[in-house]
């Protein structure tokens, strides 16, 4: 992205712009936002930070401004470098362990520790390497469903980034038939290439991860591979809500969801979408400002 434009506000100021965000359905996708403490000592104090690849135009601050309503902070703007922010911004990002998984950048060495799954994600294009609460709590959700003696035979990850997530299942459910999917191409290549840095095999038989771009669960081969026994989804909380009564539609009866992505203050919203598609809570983990969530399909949900 070539310009920024930044806004200093409390959290809950913050937070509510980040939800009329994900609600505002003529928002220009040029426009890709987020929010963040602005230090980990101050942890009320918040920015929220918008890229746009050209100069903006009042327009563009206009739509931003909007999100606050009418007390609006004043909005910096400032010009960057020729930069891939993404890939810059994961450079000498330090290893985690998550539950059974050990997750580093290939600049790092693996743990080699064994009941341990060593697993190299680059920095790239794609967001999930690891090191975000969300996909963090979602290793450690799926390590615990496996040890509480869930069995995976057809499992899908939508909006998968960097496959990281799909690469986890595959670890744990070895025999599954496993599909990856996102909205953005870029990730393709990427999954492709992890895939093979992590001895993940591609293709279409079970144990075998079968990467596509789809738009949430829009796509006929998503379709003909349901109904699925598991589901993950790591995206943002306003896709969760609309995809929820899809999720439930895609899953077996007495099937799972694992959801992430939503703040925790945003984890209402997403559960009562989820009750109303048939979908009930299992388990929850809270992980920093992160909320993430175990649900499972009503057996006799329609």
């Not at 999100?67 to 922010?85: C, M, Q, S, T, Y």
């Not at 580093?104 to 680059?122: A, I, N, S, Y």
């Not at 899953?251 to 969801?257: E, F, I």
């Amino acid at each position: 992205m070539s310009w920024k434009l930044i806004a200093f506000a409390p959290r809950g100021v913050i937070e509510a712009a980040l939800l009329a965000h994900e609600d505002a359905h003529d928002w220009d996708p040029e426009i890709v936002i987020s929010g963040s403490e602005v230090a980990e000592d101050r942890p009320n104090d918040w920015q929220l930070e918008a890229w746009i690849d050209r100069p903006p135009i009042r327009r563009d601050k206009a739509a931003i401004a909007a999100l606050f309503g009418k007390r609006a902070p004043n909005l910096l703007v400032e010009k960057l470098p020729d930069i891939d922010w993404l890939t810059h911004s994961q450079q000498g990002l330090e290893p985690i362990r998550a539950g059974r998984f050990y997750v580093h950048t290939p600049e790092h060495p693996p743990l080699d520790q064994r009941g341990v799954r060593d697993l190299v994600v680059p920095a790239s294009q794609a967001f999930g390497t690891g090191q975000h609460a969300t996909t963090a709590g979602c290793l450690e959700m799926l390590g615990e469903m496996k040890a509480r003696g869930l069995v995976v035979r057809n499992c899908a990850d939508i909006g998968t980034g960097t496959g990281l997530l799909a690469f986890a299942a595959l670890h744990l459910w070895p025999r599954a038939l496993t599909t990856a999917s996102d909205i953005d191409a870029v990730c393709v290549d990427v999954v492709v290439e992890n895939a093979a840095a992590n001895a993940v095999p591609i293709g279409a038989r079970p144990g075998e991860l079968t990467m596509l771009v789809a738009d949430g669960m829009d796509h006929p081969l998503l379709e003909a591979r349901g109904p699925y026994d598991l589901i993950v989804a790591n995206i943002l909380a306003g896709p969760l809500i609309g995809l929820a009564p899809h999720f439930a539609k895609s899953l077996v009866p007495g099937g799972h969801l694992l959801l992430a992505g939503l703040l925790e203050t945003q984890e209402a919203q997403v559960r009562r979408a989820c009750r109303r598609a048939g979908l009930r809570i299992a388990e929850r983990m809270v992980n920093g400002d992160w909320s993430i969530l175990w649900l499972r399909k009503r057996v006799l949900a329609h």
